[in-house]
Nanobody, 121 residues
Framework: QVQVVESGGGLVQSGGSLRLSCAAS????????MGWYRQTLGNQRGQVAS???????EYGDSVTGRFVISRYNAKNTVYLQMNSLKSEDTAVYFC???????????????WGQGTQVTVSS
């Protein structure tokens, strides 16, 4: 089993910044992809940013140039630095990780419980 725990959400004014953190722990060989998703009430969960273990990064169109994703492999931790926040960034932010197992057990994805980010205009 893998535990995924996010932190760092909260209330911020428009134009402000927040930094989210997500740590994965448990029994696995490694964590390959780590990503951030967000969801608002009544909408599907959408990808914000993702990063591979090798450092390959993808951003959603709406956050490119404002958000920065990074990770610390030794701690299986991923960060999301959110700058120039807008009211439309208000959502619950979820972390998703892909755990890799050895011995032919492949890989499996796990989600965190989510952290609320609210941007006031």
């Amino acid at each position: 089993q893998v535990q995924v725990v996010e932190s760092g959400g909260g209330l911020v004014q428009s134009g402000g910044s927040l930094r989210l953190s997500c740590a994965a722990s448990g029994r696995f060989y490694s964590i390959s992809i780590m990503g951030w998703y967000r969801q608002t009430l009544g909408n599907q969960r959408g990808q914000v940013a993702s990063i591979t273990r090798e450092g390959n990064i993808e951003y959603g169109d709406s956050v490119t140039g404002r958000f920065v994703i990074s990770r610390y492999n030794a701690k299986n931790t991923v960060y999301l630095q959110m700058n120039s926040l807008k009211s439309e960034d208000t959502a619950v932010y979820f972390c998703k990780v892909r755990a890799v197992y050895v011995g032919g057990f492949g890989n499996r994805e796990y989600w965190g419980q989510g952290t609320q980010v609210t941007v006031s205009s």
